[in-house]
């Protein structure tokens, strides 16, 4: 058996194998849900990325409170909340937030908690969908 035999009969699988996916593939049961439903598709669609990716939302939302990579931001709210909490003990709320913003021991807690609650808010949707 030579080499060019095995990749024209493998090509030849792989062509035959390809998954294609389109909006006008989805069946009619599934379009006919999702016209009816698009507030609860909208929200299942978006807890979906957040379980597959929770840094889509905390990096953003971090740096917009003014946690940055080395540190509180000047005049940020992170900074204020800084000065009136004082000496940040460790391991406390705002340093799992400073962590995981710097990339370090939070990041694991941080996007943890985005991805419960993201599988929260699934389950509440499929919950109401049953009961509707």
Do not use: D, K
């Not at 035999?5 to 069946?27: A, E, K, R």
């Amino acid at each position: 058996m030579s080499l060019q035999f095995l990749h024209q009969t493998t090509s030849g699988i792989v062509q035959s194998q390809t998954f294609q996916f389109g909006i006008t593939s989805v069946p009619t049961a599934i379009q006919g849900w999702i016209t009816t439903n698009p507030r609860q598709t909208a929200l299942l669609i978006s807890s979906g990325i957040l379980n597959v990716t929770p840094a889509t939302l905390t990096s953003p939302l971090l740096a917009t409170m003014g946690f940055g990579a080395s540190g509180p931001i000047a005049g940020s709210v992170a900074a204020s909340l800084q000065s009136m909490v004082g000496n940040v003990g460790a391991h406390s709320t705002f340093a799992y937030l400073q962590s995981a913003a710097m990339g370090g021991y939070g990041v694991a807690t941080v996007n943890g908690i985005v991805q419960a609650c993201a599988m929260i808010s699934t389950a509440a949707v499929t919950a109401y969908s049953s009961l509707a």
